[in-house]
């Protein structure tokens, strides 16, 4: 029995070493493809210019939250998709209108909450603002061309558009958000409430990609979502 017992646990001491290796393994070849994906898409942004609207700059928390509602035993606890991951690759999606998306590659390292299975594994999802055809997005209500009003008379032009409430990471950053299966496909979530429940790590710490929560007078008003960010900061 003894030499039985030895026996599984040298195997274990093996299995464990070889899922090690692996993972650092992958790590290696994850961090040889985020420089060459940065690489990419920093030569595609150098080449767009920034388009901001009048009044953009203007941040808040959304209408409809309700701090009440974010606790953090919820959060924890809930039925959600919530993930540790990082962005592997962004790619344009040129051929939207009016609302520029990226399309994006993320590694989940860590299920904090959810299917458990899709940890160590890649899947795809879409980010707010990115590369646009200036035609596509520099229109009026009556669907006039209007780039000139900011200096870009070609309308096939590529330009980059944002919405500062959700900024979108940079390839090889560190991201938890929460994600919501596409049925429609096989490997696709969409981020689920973008404006909140969504936090970049930045020098090290957790911090939420809304920067409107960190204006004086809603960081004591949003103290559940700040519980949340700390639990995520002490824990992952």
């Known amino acids: 029995m003894k030499k039985l017992l030895s026996l599984v646990a040298l195997l274990s001491l093996i299995l464990a070493g070889c899922s090690f290796q692996n993972q650092q393994q992958d790590s290696k070849e994850q961090t040889k493809l985020i420089q060459k994906n940065k690489k990419v898409w920093n030569k595609r942004l150098k080449k767009?210019?920034?388009?901001?609207?009048?009044?953009?700059?203007?941040?808040?928390?959304p209408a409809g939250y309700n701090d009440e509602d974010m606790s953090l035993t919820r959060f924890k606890n809930g039925s959600q998709l919530v993930v540790k991951a990082r962005v592997i690759d962004l790619k344009p999606e040129l051929?939207?209108?009016?609302?520029?998306?990226?399309?994006?590659?993320?590694?989940i390292?860590?299920?904090?909450?959810?299917d458990k299975t899709l940890q160590y594994s890649?899947?795809?999802?879409?980010?707010?603002?990115?590369?646009?055809?200036?035609?596509?997005?520099?229109?009026?209500?009556?669907?006039?061309?209007t780039g000139e009003q900011f200096g870009i008379k070609n309308p096939q032009a590529i330009v980059y558009?944002?919405?500062?409430?959700?900024p979108m990471?940079?390839?090889?950053?560190?991201?938890?958000?929460?994600?919501?299966?596409r049925q429609?496909?096989?490997n696709f979530y969409v981020v689920n409430n973008p404006e909140v429940t969504f936090w970049i790590k930045r020098n090290d710490k957790y911090r939420l990609n809304n920067p409107a929560?960190?204006?004086?007078?809603?960081?004591?008003?949003?103290?559940?979502?700040?519980k949340i960010t700390k639990y995520l900061n002490q824990n992952f």
Do not use: C, M, W
């Not at 390292?109 to 959810?114: A, M, T």
């Open 95 to 107: 051929k939207r209108v009016l609302t520029p998306e990226t399309k994006a590659s993320i590694y």
């Open 122 to 145: 890649t899947i795809k999802t879409e980010f707010s603002g990115g590369l646009i055809h200036a035609k596509n997005y520099l229109v009026n209500i009556e669907g006039q061309y």
């Open 48 to 61: 767009a210019q920034t388009v901001e609207f009048p009044g953009e700059k203007i941040i808040s928390v």
């Open 184 to 186: 429609s496909s096989k």
């Open 109 to 114: 390292d860590k299920v904090i909450s959810g």
């Open 213 to 226: 929560f960190y204006q004086v007078q809603n960081q004591s008003k949003y103290s559940n979502i700040f």
């Open 161 to 166: 558009g944002q919405t500062l409430t959700k």
């Open 169 to 181: 990471p940079k390839i090889g950053q560190t991201i938890i958000l929460v994600l919501n299966k």
